[in-house]
């Protein structure tokens, strides 16, 4: 009986020191499993990956955005603006979807993509007569233009609009705002008149409080010539005085004082409802 015993407990304990091939076995299967769903999911189902990069593809050469580009990133370099008119769509009621092209293969716009084109493109015009015309009359020193990112800033300095200290216009200044009025007859968009000065207190004698009164009669002053004179519509037109509180240049040079003191007219970016 002892003897059967110390065989029986023999056994069990060589029983005990294979159970690791077990665990062994289960954990390289289970690597087995792992490493097979790791290379299925790495399969690139071809069908769907040339679906995908068609659309891609079509997704970059439409031309539908409203500014005036090429023909996407694998097309054509973009043109300047010049897309003027009423454009169509058709859908479901007939016309063609932004994007899309029509039955002769001619990109279709929609109608406010075509306005924000036309805009543009009254707005380069613009900036290239005033341009011509400053150089043309010398205005260099007198008279400015850049492309902002809210419009077209014609900036006019102080010293050719006005007497110090006063919002009256100069008689010299008159045929350079004949001409303005002249180009924002045909403009279909908001025209700012803003006032500026610099940030002296005004001492010398003088009907206005301080810079702020200056600053918004001088507006005014040209807005008064636009719609009193020149008869343009008022409606196209909006004004304020800003003081010293918008300087371009440093207040502390007798230079940079002279570019603050200044008249901004600015065609606005924006389409009218």
Known sequence: MGRYSRRQSKSTGHDHKDRWLITYADLITLLLIFFVVMYSVSQIDSDKYK???????LTFQSQNSILDGGKGVTGTAGQSVNNGGKGNQQ??????PQGQQNSSGQET???????F?????????????IQNYVQTNNLQGQVSVVDKPQGISITLSDQFLFDEGKADLKSGSLGTLAR???LFQSINTTISIEG???NLPIVYASRYKDNWELSGARALSV???????KKLDQSKFQYAGYGATRPTADNST?????KNRRVEIIVLRQLQE
Do not use: C, K, W
């Open 51 to 57: 679906v995908l990069t068609e659309s891609l593809q």
């Open 91 to 96: 859908g479901q009621n007939g016309q063609t």
């Open 109 to 115: 716009l929609t109608n406010r993509e075509q306005a």
């Open 117 to 129: 084109r036309e805009q543009e493109r009254e707005l380069a015009n613009l900036m290239q007569v």
């Open 180 to 182: 303005l009025a002249s």
């Open 196 to 198: 500026h000065t610099d």
């Open 223 to 229: 807005l008064r010539y636009f719609i009193d004179v």
């Open 254 to 258: 007798p230079a940079g004082r002279q």
